[in-house]
């Protein structure tokens, strides 16, 4: 059975900084991705940045390019988000997704098979 669990959510200033983390457990394939989404208030829940197991990169959507940053430690499949720079605007829940693929990208939501419960992020101006 494969989990997923997020943390490292809060509330901070604009401007501010914050590092979420995820860890998936259980088998969820080969060469599989992960990735982060947000779900703002009344907004679809939308691609944020995603991750192959072999990656030093990953891929950004165009709103928190130069901004925000994934990585993934493959030994023990957990990502991470590093977020700088935050506005009011990167307000969500944030979720992380597991057991994903790449299809001309990998920030499409169903891509993914596994997903967390989601970590409140709030920044205030």
């Known amino acids: 059975q494969v989990q997923v669990v997020e943390s490292g959510g809060g509330s901070v200033q604009a401007g501010g900084s914050l590092r979420l983390s995820c860890a998936a457990s259980?088998?969820?394939?080969?060469?599989?991705?992960m990735g982060w989404f947000r779900q703002g208030p009344e907004k679809e829940r939308e691609g944020v940045a995603c991750?192959?197991?072999?990656?030093?990169?990953?891929h950004l959507a165009d709103s928190v390019k130069g901004r925000f940053t994934i990585s993934i430690d493959p030994t023990n499949n957990t990502i991470y988000l590093q977020m700088s720079s935050l506005k009011p605007e990167d307000t969500a829940i944030y979720y992380c997704?597991?057991?994903?693929?790449?299809?001309?990208?990998?920030?499409?939501?169903?891509?993914?098979?596994?997903w967390g419960q989601g970590t409140q992020v709030t920044v205030s101006s």
């Open positions: 997704a597991a057991g994903g693929r790449y299809d001309r990208g990998c920030l499409q939501v169903d891509l993914y098979t596994y």
């Open positions: 991750i192959a197991p072999t990656s030093v990169a990953g």
């Open positions: 259980g088998w969820f394939g080969f060469y599989k991705y």
